[in-house]
């Protein structure tokens, strides 16, 4: 039953003008479930909680990613070679394109998903310090903590660029990726 709440909402998510910020209810999402409102609050208790549930789902795929990457096999790997398949991994395993555009129109209006995204930030930002530290950098940990939030700042404007833009998803993964790797392989100059 959850997953099938999560599911609806997605889809309303999805469903959303573009340039208008998603106007969810529990009304909603249980027609869109096929459910009675009564349902939801089993398991969720309010709209916010929904919408924090599949922010934690968004951002936990990209950490379970990120995390993966601390392996051997993977941590044996050339630099550049690690480096190209982290950013190439990573970005695969962001959410459905049209569910981030919605999430982050709704993250303007709910202050909880903000702290969730500041978190995540952290987290991410703290990873990639961890293995540029490990492939040799001899930044202050403090500055490359501050390059792992620009990388990740870099990738969250990129989706308000494809939101404005609309461009061929390749050319902005493309842009976005070569940048990732410029800022990369300037901290081991």
């Known amino acids: 039953m959850v997953e099938r709440i999560l599911t609806a909402s997605r889809e309303l998510l999805k469903a959303s003008e573009a ?9 909603l999402v249980a027609k869109q479930a096929g459910i009675s409102p009564g349902s939801i609050y089993q398991y969720f208790p309010n709209i916010e909680s929904i919408l924090n549930e599949l922010f934690e789902q968004m951002t936990g795929a990209v950490l379970e990613t990120l995390k993966s990457f601390n392996a051997a096999d993977k941590l044996a ?5 690690f480096f190209d398949i982290l950013i190439t ?10 569910v981030t555009y919605a999430m982050h129109k709704v993250m303007k209006s709910h202050p ?6 500041k978190q995540h930030a952290e987290n991410v930002a703290e990873i990639i310090s961890q293995f540029l530290a490990y492939y040799g950098s001899t930044w ?10 620009y990388i990740y ?4 404007g990129t989706w308000i ?3 404005h833009i609309r461009p061929e ?5 493309d842009w976005e990726s070569n940048v990732m790797r410029h800022m990369i392989d300037r901290c081991f100059l």
Request: aromatic share 6%.
């Open 89 to 98: 991994e990573t970005l695969k395993a962001e959410a459905d394109p049209q």
């Open 77 to 81: 790997l050339s630099r550049e070679e």
């Open 19 to 27: 340039g208008e910020t998603p106007r969810l209810n529990t009304n």
């Open 112 to 117: 909880a998903l903000e702290k969730i995204e």
């Open 153 to 156: 700042y870099l990738n969250f």
């Open 140 to 149: 202050p940990k403090e500055k490359l903590h501050r390059l792992g939030l």
């Open 161 to 163: 660029y494809r939101e």
């Open 169 to 173: 998803d390749e050319e902005s993964i």
